[in-house]
């Protein structure tokens, strides 16, 4: 059987009291949609590393004891490569927010987080993620805007 080419990503948020950093893209897959910060994982490094590594890039905070909370499969129609997300939650860092070239980053009370101007998917597991559950999520999309089907489930463990 034929193997199915997934891409590695990370997506990282960063919590303070009642509030979520999020960040809005400003080019390339899903520029305008507000979401966490992350991307795609080198060759040369760990999920979590990588993890670290776009979360400085792209809002200038070092993160530490990133916990992970969710692993996503998008699936899109017509394209053979899945995008295979690694989500992670912190609450500890230094540094100061700055916005970068591909995102300009805002503090939201996480009972405000503007859901319209984010991935369709994300009110969808955003809830798992804010409670600090463990999540492993799949979503068919036709387009980007699209959700055809999709399952979540709540899960003990995942893979570090
Ligand atoms: N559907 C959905 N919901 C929520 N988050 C995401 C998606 N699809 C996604 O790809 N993502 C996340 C996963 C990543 O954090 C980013 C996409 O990363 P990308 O900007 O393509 O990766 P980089 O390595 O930063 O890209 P370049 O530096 O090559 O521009 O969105």
């Known amino acids: ?3 199915i080419p997934k891409k590695v990503l990370t997506l990282a948020f960063i919590r303070r009291d009642d509030q979520i950093l999020l960040g809005r893209k400003k080019r390339g897959f899903g520029e305008g949609k507000w979401n966490g910060f992350g991307g795609k994982v080198d060759l040369d490094e760990t999920i979590s590393d990588a993890a670290v590594r776009e979360v400085r890039e792209e809002c200038g ?3 530490t004891n990133l916990k992970k909370l969710g692993v996503i499969d998008f699936e899109f129609v017509g394209d053979p490569v899945i995008l295979n997300v690694h989500v992670f939650s912190t609450v500890d860092f230094t540094g100061n927010v700055t916005e970068s070239e591909e995102m300009s980053p805002q503090w939201y009370k996480v009972h405000e987080v503007p859901f319209e101007k984010m991935w369709k998917d994300d009110p ?3 809830p798992y ?3 600090n559950k463990k ?3 799949y979503f ?3 387009g980007h805007e699209k ?3 999709h399952w979540i489930k709540e899960v003990e463990s995942l893979d570090e």
């Open 129 to 131: 993620m804010l409670d």
């Open 147 to 149: 959700i055809i089907s």
């Open 140 to 142: 068919l999309f036709e």
């Open 1 to 3: 059987m034929a193997k």
């Open 61 to 63: 905070l070092l993160v």
């Open 135 to 137: 999540f492993n999520a």
């Open 124 to 126: 969808h597991w955003f």
